[in-house]
């Protein structure tokens, strides 16, 4: 069982940065590849950003790519979401999420998740 709690985000304009950070409960963290994933009102969830276990792969969404970086540090239990160059279009409830994989696994699918957290809300105005 895994617990995730996220925190870092806020109301800021447009250019501006925020780092979101994710929590873990559980021994077993570092065996569990993270995601970030976002959704805006009235809109499905998409995905965002994911890392292995081991953190020698990384994925990100296209519309993210550059401007976001996420890592982490497994003696933390936690995972982190860097976010530059923020634009209005970024405005969503944020969620991470742990998934058991290989090493190497890195999820982009909803479905590849066990657990998620409860989000943290990130507004940018123009």
């Known amino acids: 069982q895994v617990q995730l709690v996220e925190s870092g985000g806020g109301l800021v304009q447009a250019g501006d940065s925020l780092r979101l950070s994710c929590a873990a409960s559980g021994r077993t963290f570092s065996t569990y590849a993270m995601g970030w994933f976002r959704q805006a009102p009235g809109k499905e969830r998409e995905f965002v950003a994911a890392i292995s276990w081991s953190g020698s792969n990384i994925y990100y969404a296209d519309s993210v790519k550059v401007r976001f970086t996420i890592s982490r540090d497994n003696a933390k239990n936690t995972v982190y979401l860097q976010m530059n160059s923020l634009k209005p279009e970024d405005t969503a409830g944020y969620y991470c999420?742990?998934?058991?994989?290989?090493?190497?696994?890195?999820?982009?699918?909803?479905?590849?998740?066990?657990?998620w957290g409860q989000g943290t809300q990130v507004t940018v105005s123009s």
């Open positions: 999420a742990a998934g058991l994989g290989g090493s190497d696994f890195v999820g982009v699918l909803i479905n590849d998740y066990d657990y």
